[in-house]
């Protein structure tokens, strides 16, 4: 673990939700930035209930040194896409499963983004969250190295993990 928590170091990556509600989800994103030393911060920011506050935090991202923007939403899913229409700074995009349709909403309304505004979209739920982590990790990787050193060993130690367990009727 590294000396100093990534949350309270300047942040690269932004992990913003339109809801407290998605945090039970986005939290698997900060887990795994907190994992690899990957300074970062957490903001509820939402495209229909603050609009202002999601043009000010998109406007503000790459000033403030963010390298990346996690941005997670339900149903009428508009807030990575409307960060991406105001700010420069990559957004990864992560469907929060809705109640009503699973998160197909979600999913749709994130990933349909008409073409020269693009919005990197991952899986719906937990998978989507860890993956985008592990992916702004990875985009930092390239002038951090001690992040893509913390990324190799997270791959390591998941082969490893699953190498070690082969047969499922072990515990
Ligand atoms: C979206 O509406 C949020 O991203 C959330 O997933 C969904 C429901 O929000 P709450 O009604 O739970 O606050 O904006």
Redesign the pocket.
Known sequence: MPATPASSAAPLVGIV??????WDTMQHAAEHLEALGVPHEVRVV????TPDAMFAYAESAGQRGLRAIIA????????PGMLAAKTAVPVLGVP?Q?KSLNGLD?LLSIVQMPAGVPVATFAIGRAGAVNAALFAAALLAAGHAEVAAALEAFRRRQTEAVAGADDPRRP
Do not use: N
């Open positions: 939700m339109g809801s407290r509600s998605d939402s495209a229909h209930r997670g939403a339900g149903g009428a899913a508009h807030l929060v809705s979600s």
